[in-house]
């Protein structure tokens, strides 16, 4: 069982309350002493600097103030369990690594070795098989057969890519290459920046391969994209599908296309197919060609498999639809409900908010 104790903490531990109190003339004058003696006091004034801060009075922490608690272990009497270490048998490792062919065993810095739980495991018949029957085990060793299914399915990717484009890095082997992918496509998952894998590299590689610069790194994004590509026309094969495509000036010109299908589990799932940046707002011509490249192209979806398309009332977008529609004739075209609803609010009679937004807005639009 843990006991939380919380870590002292100078500043912001509850202190005796002596410190909640005005500091005494006394204590003034001392702290003048100090503090006028240029010199620094000399070995037989050594300051008692425990004994001043706790009669200084320290700040108030505010509630938003995070109060970090270090769990940790009962004393050594208290604690419940035998405590005690098994002795571990004089066998070699090895022999258990034969003696357990298929539960992923390996000896490691002269230590048998889990590979599905990732952790040093004992060489002693009892507690071994004891860890072969967790329920643990059994879940991580699943996790490994399809990780590895995985990984094999990623490196004959790379091989069909390698092909056609010839990237760089393609001489090293599949091992370092998945593993530079799982991690780019982990960043791009997360949403984090992929110049901060800079910052990660040293603790990845540790126990892992070699990794490289985040502008390196950055080359294998195209794999990754036609890897995303093949799986969602994986996912969407024989269903249903609606598209939502519009554009915004919020950032820069931006035009975003974006699918929506009901699953074999009757979910409702979406799928962002096209984010493009662009130097000017696009012709209704430009937009079909976009949609159709992208659904017929590269989606491989086929004539009556579009059933609908949802978009704004934008004159573009009516150009748009209307040659979508040679392409893609069962589709219901579906003006957009949600800029209905937002018009909603338009109509809501608030001039007081009207009015601050006016005047928040005004505040913010000359900052750079
Ligand atoms: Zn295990």
Request: proline share 5%.
């Amino acid at each position: 069982m843990d006991t939380e104790t919380e870590i002292p903490d100078v500043c912001n531990s509850p202190e005796p309350s002596s410190c909640e109190v005005d500091v005494p003339n006394l204590m003034r004058e001392e702290i003048t002493d100090i503090s006028l003696s240029s010199s620094g006091p000399s070995s037989s004034e050594t300051v008692d600097v425990p004994n001043l801060l706790s009669r200084l009075k320290c700040p108030a922490s505010s509630d938003l103030s995070r109060k970090r608690k270090l769990k940790s272990n009962p004393p050594k009497g208290l604690r419940s369990g035998k405590g005690s270490v098994a002795v571990e048998p004089s066998i070699p490792p090895s022999t258990r690594v034969k003696e357990f062919p298929n539960e992923h065993l390996s000896v490691v810095s002269r230590k048998l070795f889990c590979q599905a739980c990732r952790e040093p495991v004992s060489v002693k018949k009892s507690v071994l098989q004891q860890h072969i029957r967790s329920a643990k085990h059994g879940s991580s060793k699943k996790l490994l057969v399809s990780r590895k299914a995985q990984d094999k399915t990623i490196a004959d990717m790379l091989r069909k890519y390698d092909k056609n484009k010839h990237p760089i890095g393609e001489g090293l082997s599949d091992e370092v290459r998945v593993f530079r992918i799982k991690v780019v496509k982990s960043f791009l998952k997360a949403g984090v920046p992929l110049a901060k894998v800079d910052c990660f590299r040293e603790v990845f590689e540790e126990s892992a391969f070699r990794l490289s610069h985040s502008s390196n790194l950055s080359q294998l994004i195209p794999f990754i994209r036609e890897q995303e590509f093949a799986s969602i026309t994986e996912d969407i094969k024989g269903n249903n599908i609606g598209v939502i495509f519009d554009g915004t000036t919020h950032v820069c010109e931006a035009m975003v296309i974006v699918l929506r299908f009901i699953d074999a589990d009757w979910q409702i799932q979406q799928r962002v197919v096209r984010l493009m940046l662009l130097a000017k707002s696009l012709t209704g011509e430009e937009v079909a060609r976009q949609l159709i490249m992208c659904l017929s192209n590269e989606l491989s979806v086929s004539s009556n498999q579009l059933v609908a398309a949802m978009r704004d009332r934008a004159s573009v977008n009516n150009v748009a639809i209307q040659t979508l529609k040679i392409v893609y004739p069962c589709l219901l075209d579906v003006g957009c409900f949600s800029h209905t609803l937002d018009h909603v609010g338009e109509k809501i009679n608030a001039n007081v908010l009207d009015e601050f937004i006016k005047v928040l807005v005004g505040l913010f639009t000359p900052s750079p």
